[in-house]
Nanobody, 125 residues
Framework: QVQLVESGGGSVQTGGSLRLSCAAQ????????MAWFRQALGQERERVAAIYSGGSVTYYSDSVKGRFTISQDNTKNTLYLQMNSLKPEDTAMYYCATSRSAIRPCNVVGNIDQWGRGTQVTVSS
């Protein structure tokens, strides 16, 4: 079982940047995909970005495309989310997630095997 621990959240103003990190213990080697989801207050949890095949394939939601970048450093067993040009609507709890199986890709909540506890991102106008 992979344990996921997020860090890097905080409060920024509109247009600012943050980089989220997710440390996977013991390693990322057993994962098929990793992803960042977010959940705003009163909203459903939604996928923000996902990464497959050790980093060769990435997906982004339309709302963050061009502003966020997902990456993975397998030597450090760490997943990252670089968030630029942040907007108030990006305010949410951000969760690191993983799936071990190709039949359950990291695109919906129901496919996820393991979640981190989350890190809060708040963007003020």
């Amino acid at each position: 079982q992979v344990q996921l621990v997020e860090s890097g959240g905080g409060s920024v103003q509109t247009g600012g940047s943050l980089r989220l990190s997710c440390a996977a213990q013991p390693s990322t080697s057993s994962t098929y995909c990793m992803a960042w989801f977010r959940q705003a207050l009163g909203q459903e949890r939604e996928r923000v970005a996902a990464i497959y095949s050790g980093g060769s394939v990435t997906y982004y939601s339309d709302s963050v495309k061009g502003r966020f970048t997902i990456s993975q450093d397998n030597t450090k067993n760490t997943l990252y989310l670089q968030m630029n040009s942040l907007k108030p609507e990006d305010t949410a709890m951000y969760y690191c997630a993983t799936s071990r199986s190709a039949i359950r890709p990291c695109n919906v909540v129901g496919n996820i095997d393991q979640w981190g506890r989350g890190t809060q991102v708040t963007v003020s106008s």
